[in-house]
């Protein structure tokens, strides 16, 4: 299994991006997607978390300005991120987890499967 996260970039501050995670997961609807973010010198902290049912779970401080979504026809997971800001600024990393349709998670240590992570920068 192979996770390739990618469309981190530099943006401003108030900026969009829209982050990918491709997968090569051939039961992929079968499986609940998570982002997670990890900042300089941080540990990797929960972004948000799609399940298999499409159940949705965001941390606190990026409700209302992230959206999780994903295509089971292409495998592939996205993170919307907009209105960024300053504190965003960390490594993406996208993740997979094979639990019942209405399970999720925010603890690193559940999911089975990580993508190589993306650097998403937000200038002030």
């Known amino acids: 299994v192979q996770l390739q996260a990618s469309g981190g970039g530099l943006v401003q501050a108030g900026g969009s991006l829209r982050l990918s995670c491709a997968t090569t997961?051939?039961?992929?609807?079968?499986?609940?997607m998570g982002w997670f973010r990890q900042a300089p010198g941080k540990e990797r902290e929960f972004v948000a978390v799609i399940s298999s049912g499409g159940t949705t779970y965001y941390r606190d401080s990026v409700k209302g300005r992230f959206t999780i979504s994903r295509d089971n026809a292409k495998n592939t997971a996205y993170l919307q991120m907009n209105s960024l800001k300053p504190e965003d600024t960390a490594v993406y990393y996208c993740a997979a987890a094979r639990w019942t349709r209405q399970h999720f998670s925010d603890r690193v240590d559940e999911y089975a499967y990580w993508g190589q992570g993306t650097l998403v920068t937000v200038s002030s």
């Open positions: 997961i051939r039961t992929f609807s079968s499986y609940a």
